[in-house]
């Protein structure tokens, strides 16, 4: 028995092979039958690779994956820690399993003169010295390598990503806790949900870690916890979007929605209570409350305003007295008040009497 073309571990590990005997001088020709089991073993033809495998394509005969990219997020300025990767750990495999032999790992490109360090034996990767300006370094990129101890030149390669963030002190808000929705039934498939008159219901998040207050990493979803989710869905610009033929009139749904911030992982929480309105029926212009709160903002405004008013025009109205006070002190002296108490020279001054000592007429 001769074999012909070389076996593959990694498509079948054992082979059976029947042998068959036949007589060829006899008018009877017995034949008889052996089977042989061939067991194949692992030879060290395959490069390392690193997990978890993207697979790309597999056959009876081959089995190709792409490697992952690890990312984190590190803050602006950290420094001296252990970075935790998604996926992750980093960590890589022989490609002939049944060998698994050792390996060990090095960074080839983006070290930075020591900021980042790895471990050759486990792979962990420590950020040495921290970031100084994320906005000169938003993002860092390392290759690394895996590769045999026993035979360096089987290796595989993979890409690390390092996103720097600015240093979160605030967590989002919304800018209300409970939200009111409206939405007409109908045939449409979907259809936005509305708000207090008529206007679109919109969900506004605030991050006060940004100058504008508007952070563009923040994810809404709705909690999987809450009912009649499946009647809903949020964008993620904010809008709520209900699948109108699956509603009934008169239906009230109360949704929780959360807003996450992608990079810090804080989130935020708010309610939605939906009402289903008949066909025509009009949409509220809002509650007495918030009317009576609308209309309290604007008498505050409007009198605020009168009193910003009535000062200036205090103002110019003493400014005006003042002008003319000094203007009339000029031109009319007897109306000063130096001449009520004699000091001016047109006024007489009348001799004093001496009580005491009377002088005698001569």
């Known amino acids: 028995m001769m074999l012909v073309k070389p076996l593959d571990y990694e498509t079948k590990t054992q082979l059976n092979v029947t042998i068959y005997a036949t007589e060829m001088n006899t008018p009877e020709q017995f034949m008889t039958?052996?089977?042989?089991?061939?067991?194949?073993?692992?030879?060290?033809?395959?490069?390392?690779?690193?997990?978890?495998?993207t697979l790309l394509f597999q056959d009876q005969s081959s089995r190709i994956c792409a490697n992952p990219v690890y990312s984190v997020n590190v803050t602006e300025g950290e420094q001296d820690i252990v970075l935790d990767f998604s996926p992750g750990p980093i960590h890589a495999v022989d490609g002939d399993r049944s060998l698994s032999s050792p390996l060990n790992y090095t960074i080839l490109s983006g070290a930075d003169n020591g900021r980042f360090l790895m471990d050759k034996v486990t792979g962990e990767v420590r950020l040495t010295r921290g970031v100084e300006d994320r906005l000169l370094t938003p993002t860092l990129r390392l290759r690394i390598m895996a590769y045999q101890r026993d035979d360096p030149r089987k290796y595989s390669v993979a890409t690390v990503l390092i996103r720097v963030l600015a240093v979160n002190r605030f967590p989002p808000q919304f800018d209300r806790?409970?939200?009111?929705?409206?939405?007409?039934?109908?045939?449409?498939?979907?259809?936005?949900?509305?708000?207090?008159?008529?206007?679109?219901?919109?969900?506004?998040?605030?991050?006060?870690?940004?100058?504008?207050?508007?952070?563009?990493?923040?994810q809404f979803f709705l909690n999987p916890t809450s009912e009649h989710t499946q009647f809903y869905h949020v964008t993620q610009d904010g809008l709520l979007i209900a699948r109108t033929n699956e509603l009934m009139p008169s239906q009230k749904h109360m949704l929780e929605v959360v807003a996450l911030d992608q990079e810090s992982g804080e989130t935020a929480q708010a309610s939605i209570l939906v009402q289903v309105l008949y066909d025509g029926q009009e949409v509220p212009q809002g509650p007495l409350g918030e009317v009576g709160r609308m209309n309290a903002c604007r008498l505050g405004k409007a009198v605020g305003l009168c009193c910003v008013l009535m000062s200036i025009l205090m103002c110019i109205l003493w400014a005006m007295m003042h002008l003319l006070r000094r203007h009339w002190g000029k031109s009319e002296p007897s109306d000063r008040g130096c001449v009520a108490q004699g000091k001016h020279p047109n006024v007489v001054r009348r001799p004093s009497l001496n009580l005491k000592n009377p002088s005698r007429p001569r």
């Open 33 to 53: 039958s052996i089977t042989v089991t061939i067991d194949v073993t692992d030879g060290d033809d395959q490069y390392p690779q690193f997990l978890p495998c």
């Open 177 to 218: 806790a409970a939200y009111r929705g409206f939405v007409m039934e109908g045939n449409s498939p979907v259809s936005l949900v509305n708000t207090y008159g008529n206007t679109v219901l919109m969900l506004h998040v605030q991050d006060q870690d940004f100058s504008d207050g508007v952070n563009h990493r923040i």
